[in-house]
Every structure is written in structure tokens, then in C-alpha cells.
């Protein structure tokens, strides 16, 4: 795969039923889905998929316990709710102290659910792995311990349910000391309350993040590196037991692309009438707020006689949970060496662009890229890839631009690009109102914090909403 089929595009629209990654996610009560780092369980009651991920706020960015939304379709979510309420004064889950990456299962002996996550301090200087319960898939869960599995350090906490035999196994990482830095792939006993026995651990590897995808013959365990909030590429060991022998790591998604800028966590396995899609349910960290980061949910392609997974980019696309099947939306696209330019935006050679040329030097406000003539009803995306990482000394992880349609300034969007490495640009997406027949799309600039940087274009691409 050549990076430069990735991920010239920029894509838009967000109609609820498509997957669109990164984009702005709304629950069916209009606000963001707020389930950071989060696991999905599908009831076997009902059939619906749980989301359960951190609540993060500007105000509580870390500590604003878990949240639980439903789905029918992986698309359309409704909020139910804090799962795991912080509790003021607790020992382990105060607003204070780190509640990250939940996962939930059903314990058939115990006959309720089972909430796990990694317990921490504000320092992470515990290391623990929290247990909650409920009789609810959506809760409230009752705080039950926090402890040390088998005596040792826990911290990125997966979880992962062999569709074989329904047995289910802890993933963590045990920190970052020179004595830790593993994973450990660990049993869970047969009702889910404790840890049994350590069944594989990928030695000095110092990654974190991990989840488990199953195949009819396979196991792939991917993680990510650890670079704090900065994505990076993701890795994938392979092999026909979890006990091992595993094989050597290798890349997920284009190299370079940073996993289209997300970390792991979770996937999910989707046994349809018709096909078993795979999903890679990634995080798009934003270090700068990070409560307002975003989803990068893909399909991953594996094939079992190469022992290969790849992890594909699309800008938009429809999944059907019950066959299986899953077809990426096309869009429409118009090419921002054909905008019109003002101001101190400039056309650039780019050899790994569409035609050759990107458009860049938005900085400040007198910069604009206009595009003309967008017929469809809804939609728009740009990317960047250009400019330089750091400014004023400081990592730069997006870029900031202001985008008007049809010159209507009363209702500027903002477009934050995400950045990964030179020469590779990304889709962003960006729900826009468009009108019946012509519009204009203007990309100008804005302020993005430190510096006045703002996107590089390659194309827009155009999404048309549902029918
Ligand atoms: C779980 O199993 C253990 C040992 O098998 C037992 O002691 C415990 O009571 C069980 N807990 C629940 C909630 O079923
Ligand atoms: C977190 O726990 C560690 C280990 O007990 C301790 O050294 C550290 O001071 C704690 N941090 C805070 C903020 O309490
Ligand atoms: C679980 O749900 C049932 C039905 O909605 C409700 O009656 C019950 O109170 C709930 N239990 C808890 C612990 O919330
Ligand atoms: C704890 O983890 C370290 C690092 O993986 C390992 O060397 C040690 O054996 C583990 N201890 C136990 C009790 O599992
Ligand atoms: C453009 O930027 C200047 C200086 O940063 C600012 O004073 C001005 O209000 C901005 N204009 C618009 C339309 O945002
Ligand atoms: C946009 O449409 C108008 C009206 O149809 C036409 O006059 C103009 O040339 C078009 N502009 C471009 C860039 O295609
Ligand atoms: C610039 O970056 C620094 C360091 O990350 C941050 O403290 C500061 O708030 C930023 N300034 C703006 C205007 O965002």
C-alpha cells in the first residue's frame, strides 16, 4: 500500500447512519459522544452495542467517570448515562484519581455485568485494575476493588472474549519501569471476578493500548507505542493461539500516517449474515483539549494465508451490522490547485499531492482558498501535510482554519486539521450546511494557539447526505 493513496482527500458530512471517522460524532440527543478510550459489549440480551469510555469535560478532562451509550447500528447512539459515577471522597474512584479504558462483560455464573478499567492516581503511581458490577448493562455499577493483578502493575487495561469458547482475558500494560514496560495477556476465572493466569506476555516491547481481533484461525494483538497524546503507528502481532508462539510486530495502516492519526484500544468482530467484518475503534487524541478528541473507527483487512491486517482509510462509509457488508461513499471532489487563492496562501509543488500541488501559507486572516461551484447538498473536508511541526518551539498537532460557505461569515466552522508526518495528508471531515445547486467553500485563516498557521489543501471532497 503507497502512502500516497491514502490520504490526499478531505471528506465531510456526517449523516447519523455512515461511519465517519473523526468526525463530530453527535449521541440522538444532539450533544458529542463523550466515551473516550472506550469498549463496546454487545448485550446478548437484546443485541444492541454498549459504548463505555471515559467521560472526559473541559473541567474534569481525566476523572469524569464512565459513560454508556447504545446502538443498534454502530452509527446512531443514545446516552444512557454515567455508568461508573465518580464518587467525592472515595478511595479509588474520586473525581481526582484516573478511571481510563473500561471494558465490560457479562458474567454467566455471577448473572450480571462486569466492569473493568485502570485504576490510578493522578500520577499513575498505583497501578491497578478497578472491578465494578451491576445487574444493568447501562448500570449504575457498583464499586467492588481495585487491585494489583496477580500482585503486579497494571496500567493501558483491554479486554478480550474468545468467541470460540466465551472465555475472557485481561490485556495491560504494567507501566513504564525499567522491571515493566510489558503486556500481559492474562485469564480471567470462569466468572469474570479475578484474574487467573498469565497465558502470554509480549517481553520489553514497551507498547500499551492493546486489543485482541479473532479470526477462524487467528489471533492479532494490536498496540500502539508510547507517545503520550502524539499518535504513532500502530503494531500487530499474529498467532494461532494466545498462548503463543506470536509473531514479530508489524504496521497496521500506511507507514507515516501515524494510523491515520489514532491509538489503538478496542475492536470488534462483526459476524454477519453474509461476511465477518473487523473494526479497528481508535482514539484521535487532541492534546490541547483533550475532551474534544474524536473516533477513528475502521474496517481492518486480514488476510490469514499472508498473516496479514491492514487497517483501510475512508472518508465515509455504511456499514451493515446485521450481513456484515460495509461499502465506502463516494464523494465528489474539486481540487485546490483549481481554487481560487488571496492573500498569502500560496500554490505549492507537491509530488505526493493530487496533481502534483497543494495549496498552503494560510497564516492570519488575510488568507483564503475559495472553492466554487459545490453542487451537493451537504458536506466538505480539506487536509494538510506542508507546513512545519513545530512553532515557537512548541509541537504544532493541528492546524486551525476558518471555513465559510457561500460567504455567510455569521457562520464560520472551524477546521482542524490533524497532522502526522511530512508528506502525508489527511482527510479531515467537516459537516457544513450546503445549498441546493452552487456553493462556495472559502478556507481562510484563524487563530490555531500558538501561531497562526492554518491548513494545507489538497482537494475537498463532498459527501452527499443519506437518502
Ligand atoms: C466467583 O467464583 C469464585 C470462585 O470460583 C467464588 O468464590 C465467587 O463467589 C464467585 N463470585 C460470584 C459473584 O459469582
Ligand atoms: C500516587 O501513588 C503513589 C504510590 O502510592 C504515591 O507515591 C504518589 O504520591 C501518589 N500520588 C498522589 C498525587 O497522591
Ligand atoms: C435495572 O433495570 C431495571 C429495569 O429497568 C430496574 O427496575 C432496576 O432498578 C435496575 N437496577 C439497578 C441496580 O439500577
Ligand atoms: C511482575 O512483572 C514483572 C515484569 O513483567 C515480572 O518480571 C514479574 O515476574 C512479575 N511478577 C509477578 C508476581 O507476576
Ligand atoms: C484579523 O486579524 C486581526 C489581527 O489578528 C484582527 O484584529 C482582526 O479582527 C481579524 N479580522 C477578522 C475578520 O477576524
Ligand atoms: C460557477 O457557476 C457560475 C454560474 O453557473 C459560472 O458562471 C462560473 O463560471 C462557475 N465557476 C466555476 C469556477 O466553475
Ligand atoms: C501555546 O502553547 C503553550 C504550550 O503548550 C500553551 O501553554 C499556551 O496556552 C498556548 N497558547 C495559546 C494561545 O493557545
Known sequence: MHVSTVSLVLGILASAKYIVPAGEWLDT??????????????????????????????????????????SEDL???????????????????????????????????????????HADNSTYGWLLQGFATSPNITGPYSFVSATAPLGNWSQDFGMFTD???????????????????????????????????VIH???KFDLEAPTIIQTDQSYYALMSHKTGYRPNNVVAFRSDSLS??????????????????????????????????????GDQWDSRSVWESRYIWLPAVIDDEKMTLDVVWHDVYDLDVKTGEWSPIDGE??????????????????????????????????????????????????????????????????RISSVTVNGDTANIKELRQRDTHKGILLSTPLLLDLKEGSNTITVGGLSNGNGTLGADLDRIVVYLPEE
Open 29 to 70: 440527543d444532539g450533544n458529542f459522544v463523550n466515551a473516550h478510550a472506550g469498549g463496546i459489549t454487545v448485550d446478548e440480551e437484546d443485541g444492541k452495542f454498549y459504548w463505555f469510555g471515559e467521560r472526559k469535560t473541559e473541567d474534569e478532562p481525566e476523572g469524569g467517570g464512565i459513560s454508556v451509550y447504545s
Open 201 to 203: 506476555r509480549f517481553d
Open 163 to 197: 468467541y470460540k469458547d466465551g472465555k475472557t482475558y485481561a490485556l495491560y500494560s504494567n507501566g513504564d519501569s525499567v522491571e515493566g514496560r510489558d503486556v500481559y495477556l492474562t485469564s480471567f476465572n470462569s466468572n469474570i471476578t479475578s484474574l487467573d493466569s
Open 333 to 398: 471532489t474539486y481540487y485546490a490547485k483549481d481554487a481560487v487563492i488571496e492573500g498569502g496562501a500560496f500554490k505549492q509543488e507537491a509530488n505526493f499531492a493530487s496533481g502534483g500541488i497543494i495549496v498552503t501559507g494560510i497564516r492570519g486572516n488575510d488568507s483564503t482558498i475559495t472553492f466554487e461551484n459545490n453542487t451537493d447538498d451537504m458536506g466538505f473536508g480539506d487536509q494538510p501535510g506542508g507546513s512545519p511541526d513545530r512553532i515557537g518551539g512548541t509541537w504544532i498537532l493541528r
Open 244 to 281: 503463543g508462539p506470536w509473531s514479530q510486530p508489524f504496521f497496521v495502516a500506511p507507514l507515516n500516517t501515524r494510523t491515520y492519526n489514532s491509538q489503538s484500544g478496542f475492536s470488534l468482530r462483526i459476524e454477519g449474515t453474509k461476511r465477518t467484518t473487523y473494526l479497528y475503534l
Open 75 to 117: 452509527a446512531t447512539w443514545t446516552y444512557h448515562g454515567l455508568a461508573l459515577a465518580p464518587i467525592e471522597g472515595h478511595p479509588y474512584i474520586a473525581p481526582e484519581h484516573i478511571i481510563q479504558r473500561p471494558k465490560v462483560a457479562w458474567s454467566k455464573e455471577a448473572e450480571q455485568y462486569h466492569m473493568w478499567w
